[in-house]
């Protein structure tokens, strides 16, 4: 049977068929489940896996209280009860062992789930970072990660260097306990985490859900969800 995979969102977004990540999830062989704060325990309690999204105008930063930082004037789209219900459902997920995949803003949680933190714009706090990984006219810049040798996203996509997408402005500063750092763009942000002591819990910066206009790309956001698809079906 394929596996239930509970997706994240700010508000329930499940008659949404244009949706990325439900998109991604059901090409790749799981059953797509959306969760969002205030739904009953019971939607979630026979996930096979956690899929933390990026962020959407119900919810996109992340509030600092919850890595004991001061506000920042760029934060915008602040969501506290979406912050907890991540939070919470990511601790819970990796306490069961449960995979869990973090993208954009989803690595950024599960980090401060373990006790991490962030810079919460790249701008002005991590100014060597050129590129800003920001959009231009809703297209998403790229830039290049070069991916730590044996590490799982480097076994899932056989490189150590890779070209990615990108669409945001505030990143993992510190890593959340247990989690190892196993990508870094060129000037040192960090593009993905991971714990080797859990079956499968991967965080990435960027969005390899809209992965599609290259062939390296579809290749790219293929292994990574069928990665994730097969760890959930174990």
């Given amino acids: 049977m394929a596996p239930i995979i509970g997706i994240i969102f700010s508000e329930n977004i499940e008659d949404d068929p244009s949706n990325n990540y439900i998109n991604a999830i059901k090409e790749f062989g799981g059953i797509p489940r959306t969760l969002y704060p205030g739904i009953s325990e019971d939607a979630y309690a026979d996930i096979d896996a956690l899929l933390l999204t990026g962020g959407d105008t119900g919810g996109s930063d992340i509030h600092p209280d919850n890595f004991d930082a001061e506000w920042h004037p760029t934060l915008k789209y602040v969501n506290e009860d979406r912050d907890a219900f991540e939070i919470s459902l990511c601790q819970q997920a990796i306490a069961a062992d449960m995979p869990v995949f973090g993208i954009c803003r989803g690595i950024q949680i599960m980090s401060i789930a373990m006790g991490g933190s962030l ?14 990984q920001s959009q231009v006219n809703d297209v998403d810049s790229r830039h290049t990660i070069e991916i730590v040798a044996g590490s799982r996203l480097n076994q899932i996509t056989g490189k150590r260097t890779d070209e990615v997408n990108s669409a945001h402005h505030q990143a ?10 196993t990508a870094r763009t060129t000037e040192g942000i960090i593009e993905a985490l991971e714990n080797k002591s859990q079956r499968f819990v991967l965080g990435v910066q960027y969005h390899p859900e809209r992965m599609v206009e290259t062939a390296d790309f579809q290749e790219h956001r293929r292994k990574l969800f069928e990665a994730f698809i097969e760890a959930a079906s174990e």
């Avoid at 810079?119 to 800003?132: G, H, L, N, V």
């Avoid at 993992?172 to 750092?181: I, P, S």
């Fill in 119 to 132: 810079y919460q714009d790249i701008p002005s706090e991590f100014p060597k970072e050129a590129s800003c």
């Fill in 172 to 181: 993992v500063r510190d890593k959340g306990e247990g989690f190892e750092v």
